[in-house]
């Protein structure tokens, strides 16, 4: 069997208009030492490393330093004292410890600065590739952080009323 009709003509190329820049068919030929892309530099871990150094500092040294605040203030003013009235807490039983629950609140603070820092830093670590997994280490102590220094200061405020 033989075909009857023969192949078709592709069709021509439309002509360039007169003075017009003409393109090589096929595209721009490639030149001999042609552009590469680089190859990725190493990032630095320097980011991660600070965001961990902040989450420490968040979610260690801030709750033990209030800790041992908390046991202070439960030895001079005993739960029985500021949890007497029927109707809740009597904020005057801490009177005579004012100058120890200031400086409860200021780690308190110190700790939630430094812990957002940790968080901010820890995101941008893991985004930039920056030192990941100091990065994902750093996010999850900068949120254990609020949960370890309440549950530190709870427990040593109730063992220093219990002395």
Known sequence: MTDAFPPPIPPKAPAAPPGAYTVPVGGYATSAGAYQVPPEAAASRGTGLIALLLAGLASVAAPIAAGILG???????????????????????????????????????????????????????????????????????????????????WLLYGLGGSA
């Open 71 to 153: 046991l202070s203030i439960g030895k001079r003013a005993p739960i029985e004292t500021v949890i007497s009235a029927p109707d809740g807490i009597v904020w005057s039983a801490l009177t005579p410890v004012r100058t120890l629950v200031l400086w409860l609140e200021i780690a308190f603070w110190s700790g939630t600065v430094l812990g957002i820092l940790a968080l901010t830093l820890g995101i941008v670590a893991i985004v930039r590739r920056r030192g990941r997994p100091a990065g994902i280490s750093a996010i999850v102590g900068a949120i254990a952080g609020p949960i370890v220094f309440i549950g530190l200061v």
